[in-house]
């Protein structure tokens, strides 16, 4: 324990805050392909599946992110009577776990939009709560704090899914994908849940969902897989148009094939789970940069030429005569081998050791720099 102490100064002590990112790739293999879903855990709530990047038995697997479905209770889907569609051979309306589907988008809503006047507010296509075109169905995922720490990162968010030929958006071949464009300079801050940005196609550049940065959230419209094309009867003007399958790409639409799962039917016929198999086996690759807020306290330790030359450790002395003197004359000398922090009633808090021992003489002046992160 010293003996002698020397107290800091404002001047002496700054605090700093910095960003780690780490980039996070997560491929279509992981999500649907690897471990012929193995890795995919399904719960008897059957209220959302998880993602593990191993088989989720393994004791090695991390579990990297949810996913789930559902509906405002405004959205024609929750609809208690159906309507047929143009093959006259589907209904739209009554939803196999309905109440699951519209507590869930309630919930979320409640977390991530918040209140108006004591009600649930919507999602927002552009962010502008107020008003504007909302998104009444949704896939969520949810990220683990595994990967997006304390945040994702603006401007970083990639999400690329494939289609199946002409049931691609308009404009895509393929595959299209997801990003929050411009995020850095034009991200949104009236959430209760931090900052989020708008997802656009990059292909056509409409909005299609929103990205929450702390959360760790992504909000998908569902009607990401609704190119241009046939009227759905019974929806509202954001379903204008016709849908490709979940299915097989085998099957054919409006040729005398099979006509497999379409999203809105996965929305409304399946249970939870099915749309989110729809949604995950289409995915072939994420990527973004989570962050790490470091924050750090800065100690200057300031030794100068006159401090600290001698040593209270006992073994600095043998029969009354400083070791490292030879003759009483010769310049005293000691060895910086540990910093101690202490409180003001001269507790030890805190110790810092140096990598080697360093010599101190009054010939010598020193500013060791201790760092604290948390």
């Not at 309507?83 to 309306?93: C, I, M």
């Not at 107020?130 to 968010?157: A, M, P, V, W």
Request: proline share 3%; hydrophobic share 30%.
């Amino acid at each position: 324990m010293a003996s002698t102490f020397k107290t800091l100064l404002n001047n002496d002590v700054i605090s700093t805050r910095s960003m780690l990112h780490e980039a996070i790739p997560l491929t279509g293999t992981i999500v649907s392909g690897t471990y012929a879903d193995n890795n995919i855990k399904n719960y008897t709530h059957g209220m959302f599946q998880s993602v593990y990047d191993y088989p989720y038995l393994s004791s090695s697997a991390n579990h990297i992110f949810d996913i789930t479905a559902g509906f405002s209770a405004k959205s024609a889907l929750s609809s208690s009577s159906g309507s047929a569609n143009d093959e006259g051979d589907e209904t739209v309306g009554a939803a196999v776990q309905q109440a699951k589907k519209i507590n869930i988008y309630t919930e979320m809503a409640q977390i991530l939009v918040g209140y108006d006047q004591g009600t649930v507010r919507e999602f927002d296509r552009d962010g502008d709560l107020t008003g504007g075109d909302k998104i009444q169905e949704c896939y969520f995922l949810n990220f683990t704090r595994l990967l997006n720490k304390d945040e994702i990162k603006k401007q970083s968010f990639s999400l690329t899914m494939m289609c199946s030929g002409g049931r691609c958006p308009t404009g895509s071949t393929g595959k299209f994908t997801f990003q929050d464009t411009n995020a850095l300079t034009s991200y949104k801050v009236n959430s209760p849940a931090g900052e989020y940005g708008i997802l656009y196609n990059t292909t056509t550049n409409a909005s299609v969902g929103l990205i929450y940065y702390q959360a760790g959230i992504v909000v998908l419209t569902a009607s990401i897989f609704s190119p241009a094309g046939v009227k759905i009867p019974g929806l509202p003007t954001a379903f204008s148009s016709s849908y490709p399958d979940f299915g097989p790409y085998d099957k054919t639409w409006g040729n005398g094939g099979v006509q497999t799962t379409n999203w809105i039917m996965t929305m409304t016929g399946s249970a939870i789970s099915g749309s989110c198999d729809g949604l995950r086996n289409r995915i072939v690759n994420i990527s973004f940069n989570n962050t790490t807020e470091l924050n750090s306290t800065i100690y200057f330790c300031r030794a100068n030429n006159n401090e600290f030359n001698y040593s209270s450790n006992p073994t600095y002395l043998n029969a009354s005569k400083l070791r490292v003197k030879n003759n009483a004359s010769d310049t005293p000398v000691s060895y910086i081998t540990t910093i101690g922090l202490y409180s003001a009633d001269n507790e030890l808090l805190a110790t810092a050791k140096l990598s080697e021992p360093l010599k101190k003489t009054p010939d010598d002046e020193f500013t060791l720099r201790v760092r604290l992160d948390y």
